[in-house]
């Protein structure tokens, strides 16, 4: 696997070729008021465990697959496809990125990440999100940012309208921008929610030195 990856595996983002990102024009206070936002907020409140397939695409159209287990609040893992030795593993205070290939391990706090907007079902997104136009009825896109610390980087979560998903919607993806510019496509499929999800899910082996279980 090329090393290049790494960094843009960490920022877990770009859109969808086939949803339109546009500037959102509407005022703050409208945004705060919006019934979507209150939806998306449910969603991420909604969901207790979710298994999911992935594809990750980078900006040079570099595409790896895996499945995601998220189990709130804030433990998440990415098992990537067979060959590729990375693995990345969010405990509910941190996110962990362990590569196998070099024996490295890099862990920062969730809130640091773009996907700390997905893994604390306790923030309310009116208050630092904002709904981002797609032309689509059917579809939702919401922006998250924190404005005092732009190094944490940007995720657009974006959203199907599914009376079978929580809160009527379905989690299609996401775009994530790191303060390194890295942006790569991460898209769900094959949804399962609420399924029973043990801890040792997010626990991780360390391939460094003396290296110990670790995680969960």
């Not at 960490?10 to 990102?21: D, K, R, T």
């Not at 009825?137 to 998250?144: K, N, Q, R, Y």
């Not at 510019?181 to 094959?190: G, I, Q």
């Given at each position: 696997?090329?090393?290049?990856?790494?960094?843009?595996?960490?920022?877990?983002?770009?859109?969808?070729?086939?949803?339109?990102?546009v500037v959102p024009t509407a005022p703050v206070a409208a945004q705060q008021a919006s019934p979507?936002?209150?939806q998306v907020n449910a969603y991420i409140r909604g969901v207790t465990?979710?298994?999911?397939?992935?594809?990750?695409?980078?900006?040079?159209?570099?595409?790896?697959?895996?499945k995601l287990t998220l189990k709130q609040p804030g433990k998440i893992r990415f098992q990537y496809q067979k060959g590729v030795p990375l693995l990345i593993v969010g405990d509910g205070r941190a996110l962990t990125m362990i590569d196998y290939e070099v024996r490295q391990v890099q862990r920062?706090?969730?809130g640091n990440s773009p996907l700390g907007a997905l893994l604390d079902p306790n923030k309310d997104l009116s208050k630092y999100g904002k709904l981002v136009p797609t032309g689509d009825?059917?579809?939702?896109?919401?922006?998250?940012r924190d404005p005092k610390r732009p190094e944490y980087g940007t995720i657009t979560m974006i959203f199907k309208r599914n009376a079978s998903g929580p809160a009527g919607l379905q989690l299609y993806g996401w775009v994530a921008l790191d303060s390194q510019?890295?942006?790569?496509?991460?898209?769900?499929?094959?949804?399962?929610?609420g399924a029973?999800?043990?801890?040792?899910a997010f626990?991780?082996?360390?391939?460094?030195?003396?290296?110990?279980?670790?995680?969960?």
């Open positions: 696997m090329q090393r290049s990856l790494a960094p843009l595996i960490l920022a877990l983002a770009a859109a969808p070729a086939a949803l339109s990102v979507d936002l209150t465990t979710l298994t999911a397939d992935f594809t990750q695409t980078d900006r040079s159209g570099q595409t790896l697959t895996g920062w706090p969730i009825p059917s579809i939702l896109s919401v922006e998250a510019n890295n942006r790569t496509a991460v898209r769900l499929s094959n949804h399962v929610y029973t999800v043990a801890d040792s626990r991780w082996t360390d391939p460094r030195p003396r290296g110990r279980a670790a995680g969960g």
